[in-house]
């Protein structure tokens, strides 16, 4: 699955995402979007099994944003954490 994250002044991201937004998103692959925010910056967490977060400039263009004002976070892992019990295994 495609994962990026995009950092976004909130200033600049003071704004909904629009049916148009999640129409071009959609056409990009997107499945998901999340946000997150503090007082400075707006995080847009974009998810899609058929996303290349190679092409995150067409994702900044879908949603109104200038690579100039955006920063892109590439993921570096991503795994499901299970509170399975122990089953007998030897933890370290």
């Known amino acids: 699955m495609g994962h990026l ?3 976004v002044p909130t200033d ?3 704004g909904p995402i629009g049916s148009s937004a999640i129409e071009a998103l ?3 692959g997107v499945t998901t ?3 997150a ?3 400075h910056t707006t995080a847009i967490i974009l998810e899609g099994w058929a996303f290349d977060p190679t092409r995150s400039g067409a994702a900044i263009e879908a949603l109104g944003g200038s690579p100039d004002e955006v920063r892109t ?3 570096i892992a991503h795994m499901a954490v299970s509170a399975a019990p122990n089953q007998g295994g030897i933890l370290p």
Request: a negative charge; glycine letters at 0%.
């Open 5 to 7: 994250v995009l950092l």
């Open 73 to 75: 976070l590439q993921p």
């Open 12 to 14: 600049v991201a003071d």
């Open 26 to 28: 959609a056409r990009l």
């Open 33 to 35: 979007v999340s946000l």
């Open 37 to 39: 925010a503090d007082n």
